[in-house]
């Protein structure tokens, strides 16, 4: 291609230049300009190699990512030396060059249509995308360097006049007289600044010019000519609209937390505020304060309110209240829905409403039973009320979050606690379509196999679970208690080990063959259409079937007279392989980066990714690294390890051309 027209994209030839200059930002120290030079010979590398990109991006595309790559990677490398003694620094550093990796991977020229003054669009894209960059720039700085820089206000000032000079153009291009004059009166301010004290703040002078000068360009529909709105790109696939509703609830919730009225210091890090937000929407239960001791009664508030709707899914609920008005649903949100929901159309409203419905009859039944325990038990009455509404929501939302410092443990001699919560932990964790088929199952009478294998999988996983753990724990962590309630703690560790959190004896001290069926249990999770976590009891009940087909050399795998189709087959592997990966990576990043042992970051790093909750000590010892580790395992855990590789793939089509078969020895 001769010419970079019709391209939507092209302010990239704008942002390229100036970002070039980021290597300079940071390669310095407070004494000279370099600590090395080899960090200079980086540092100059990814300058040219970017602008290098920036000349051949849209001319020859291959090229331009190659260089864009280099480029990417010689930035981090000049940024080893700070990497190396700043964990949160390198952390930061790995995620974002990954993340450029990835976009610049997947980098593809954007067609528009034909535009009039296609020159004159596209200059001003240039200098609207360089102006933009100036900002990320002086963040940068702000953020990681302070004032310690010696070469960075130069560096910021020559990204700053490419950018002026990409604004002068298009101003001369369109022959805008007043653009023209505010850049010779930005020029004039920011020539004066280097004669006066007013360079100390120089960084915020041009954060402020550049801002200003955004702001000056005209609001037109065809600087960006999209078919949809920018809130319409987050939602338009189901693993977009999942991510994103995700990710805002948990920084709302951040917010909240971090404010003064949810601390009962008056305030917390920020880091554990993200912390408890994260773990709340994600249902996990894991938390590096006290929930009881440090957060108010708001906090409190703010805390239960993410979980149940991190739970129950806030694009549900929105669905319902938008019913509910009256207003309904575009053709494309009802087709995400049904995707999300895994529902037919016609059933769609019909099962959102079963699930508000079924959750809150269940949680208020678990809240007056548990209330009326908790006050028996000496609490007051407004205290026995709070904390039976909390437990009972966290408990069915699979959450594990209590309002007692040691969780279930002093409740561990009253059984109907310890049921009461079981069963809000089971029911909550399957299906509310499936839970109202229990009855009739249990009769004998036919169900449907969607509802089938999730039961028969939690039968025997609840049972085994129950059976192994009291078997290898009687006189471990079950020691001291009676017969009874050995068994009645046993089936609970076997509920709660679900996803959901909860502990009622201490698993400081479990032994190792205890540890093995935990890591199992709070791998595999709920079941579809729950609130909990893991892989799912029915891709486990896939494999099964695989496995025993295979050995019984059977072609196909069929179950109730049905035959399971392929595809199941392919995404419950690709399931359990995209969960082991992320748990791989992020047990490798902890062990890597923490100074705790194998065994409580293998066991922290499973409840994570399952959104389970327990931990066997492991929390309380991490440091600001480890917890954002920790939440990013969290997060993909909640929103799923499959989620997280179909949003970074692209859609194909299928080729019905069919190949020839090709034989490969597995033994």
């Not at 940024?79 to 993340?99: K, R």
């Not at 189709?565 to 990966?581: F, K």
């Not at 499959?642 to 090709?662: D, G, I, K, Q």
Request: charged fraction near 10%; include cysteine; proline fraction near 4%.
């Amino acid at each position: 291609m001769k010419s970079p027209a019709n391209l939507s994209n092209i302010g990239l030839e704008g942002a390229l230049p100036v970002l070039a200059a980021l290597p300079f930002v940071f390669a310095f120290s407070e004494k000279k300009i370099f600590d090395s030079p080899y960090q200079l010979v980086t540092a100059s590398l990814a300058t040219i190699t970017c602008l290098i990109s920036a000349l051949t991006l849209f001319r020859k595309p291959v090229a331009g990512k190659f260089f864009a790559i280099i480029a990417s990677i010689s930035c981090y490398a000049s940024l080893f030396i700070y990497i190396s003694t700043n964990p949160f620094f390198a952390l930061a550093a790995t995620t974002i060059l990954i993340s450029t990796i990835f976009l610049i991977s997947g980098f593809q020229l954007a067609f528009t249509k034909k535009r009039k003054n296609i020159r004159i669009e596209n200059a001003k894209q240039r200098a609207l995308w360089a102006t933009a960059s100036i900002p990320i720039l002086t963040a940068c700085h702000l953020i990681f360097d302070s004032d310690k820089t010696l070469f960075a206000p130069y560096a910021l000032t020559s990204a700053f006049f490419i950018a002026m000079a990409f604004y002068g153009y298009w101003a001369y291009k369109s022959e805008s007289k007043k653009h023209t004059v505010l850049l010779l009166i930005i020029f004039t301010v920011l020539i004066l600044s280097f004669y006066t004290t007013a360079f100390t703040y120089l960084p915020y002078s041009l954060l402020f010019l550049s801002i200003l000068m955004i702001l000056s360009f005209p609001r037109e529909k065809q600087l960006f000519e999209k078919k949809e709105h920018w809130w319409e790109v987050l939602i338009n696939r189901p693993a977009h609209i999942l991510i994103s509703t995700f990710l805002a609830l948990c920084m709302t919730g951040t917010f909240l937390l971090y404010l003064p009225a949810s601390a009962k210091d008056g305030s917390i890090k920020f880091i554990d505020a993200a912390f408890t937000s994260v773990s709340a929407v994600c249902v996990t239960g894991l938390t590096t304060l006290d929930t009881s001791k440090d957060f108010t009664l708001f906090g409190q508030v703010c805390i239960i309110l993410l979980i149940q709707l991190g739970g129950l899914g806030i694009m549900g609920i929105a669905t319902i209240a938008m019913h509910a008005m009256g207003r309904r649903l575009s053709l494309k949100q009802e087709q995400i829905l049904t995707s999300l929901t895994d529902t037919d159309h016609n059933d769609l409203f019909y099962y959102l409403k079963t699930i508000l419905k079924f959750t809150f009859i269940v949680e208020g039944l678990g809240a007056i039973i548990l209330s009326s325990l908790f006050y028996n038990k000496g609490a007051p009455f407004a205290t026995a009320v709070w904390h039976g509404l909390f437990t009972s929501i966290s408990a069915f939302c699979n959450a594990g979050f209590a309002l007692q410092s040691s969780s279930l443990i002093p409740y561990q001699t009253i059984p109907l606690a310890l049921h009461t919560v079981a069963a809000l932990i089971i029911l909550g964790g399957i299906a509310p379509t499936t839970t109202l088929l229990i009855p009739k199952w249990l009769s004998g009478k036919p169900v449907p196999i969607a509802a089938r294998i999730p039961l028969v999988i939690t039968t025997l996983l609840l049972v085994s679970g129950t059976i192994f753990i009291a078997i290898f724990e009687w006189n471990g962590a079950l020691s001291g208690l009676s017969i009874t309630d050995k068994i009645h703690n046993a089936w609970f560790q076997s509920a709660t080990l679900r996803t959901a959190g909860f502990n009622s004896v201490v698993l400081s001290g479990i032994k190792a063959s205890t540890f093995l069926i935990m890591l199992v249990l709070m791998f595999v999770g709920g079941s579809p259409g729950g609130t909990a976590g893991g892989i799912k009891t029915t891709t486990l009940g896939i494999l099964l079937m695989t496995f025993w087909t295979n050995i019984n050399n059977k072609r196909d795998i069929t179950f109730q007279n049905r035959r399971i189709n392929s595809s199941t087959v392919y995404r419950a592997v690709t399931i359990v392989t995209a969960g082991i990966i992320v748990w791989f990576t992020a047990l490798l990043m902890l062990i890597t980066t923490q100074e705790i042992s194998a065994k409580d970051l293998i066991f922290e790093t499973t409840s994570a990714i399952a959104t389970v909750g327990l931990s066997i000590g492991a929390t309380p010892l991490l440091d600001e690294i480890g917890k954002i580790i920790i939440i990013v395992a969290m997060f993909l855990g909640r929103i799923g390890p499959m989620t997280l590789f179909t949003l970074l793939s692209e859609e194909h089509s299928v080729s019905a051309s069919r190949y020839p078969e090709a034989k490969i020895s597995l033994t």
